[in-house]
Structures are given as C-alpha cells and as structure tokens.
C-alpha cells in the first residue's frame, strides 16, 4: 500500500511558477513509477507528466512540454512537479499517482492516487 499527499498548489497570476510536492509513504517508493495527472472542471484526468522508478526518463503531455519538469528524490519519497510560465489554461486540481505498470501516460496504469491539490492561474 502506498499513500499520496500533494501540497503546493494556490492562486496565481499567469507567467509565475509554482512547485508541487507529492509525499508518499508505505513501500517501496523507488519500486514505482510516478505521475502527474490534472482535471479542470468538467474535463476528464489527463496525462501530464511522468517519472521512471530511477528517474532517469521522464514523459509529458505536448501542453506542458518545456515548461513543466518532473523530478523525485527517492531517499524522501518525494515526487515533484515545477511548473513555470502558468497560464491560464493550467487551472486544475493536479494529482499524483504510482504504478508498476510499462506504460506510463494513462490512468489505468497507476494503482495509487493521492487526494490532489489545487492550481488555480489567472489572467
């Protein structure tokens, strides 16, 4: 069993950056792959970026390409998502997943999800 809590999301302006943080706990985090998934209101969960379980690969929707950065630091157990050049576009609740899974860009690959954290961009 693995827990998932993000922090880090708030309200703010477009062009600002924000990082956000996804503490797990339980079993071996650096056994999972991680990912970052948002849903704005009304829209389904969609891919946004992901981290292989070395760290060494990582994956992102054509969206956030070049502005967004994943990262993880295994010996916290921690996963990152350092979001720069906001815009408004990016308002969503952002979530956090681990899987064992091959594939990486789907919500089916992920068993675990944390409870999200709000990101909210204004113009």
């Known amino acids: 069993q693995v827990q998932l809590v993000e922090s880090g999301g708030g309200l703010v302006r477009a062009g600002v950056s924000l990082r956000l943080s996804c503490a797990a706990s339980g079993r071996a985090f650096s056994g999972y792959a991680m990912g970052w998934f948002r849903q704005a209101p009304g829209k389904e969960r969609e891919f946004t970026a992901a981290i292989s379980r070395s760290g060494v690969m990582t994956y992102y929707a054509d969206s956030v390409k070049d502005r967004f950065t994943i990262s993880r630091e295994n010996a916290k157990n921690t996963v990152y998502l350092q979001m720069n050049s906001l815009k408004p576009e990016d308002t969503a609740v952002y979530y956090c997943?681990?899987?064992?899974?091959?594939?990486?860009?789907?919500?089916?690959?992920?068993?675990?999800w944390g409870q999200g954290t709000q990101v909210a961009v204004s113009s």
């Open positions: 997943a681990a899987g064992r899974g091959r594939s990486v860009t789907m919500t089916w690959d992920y068993d675990y």
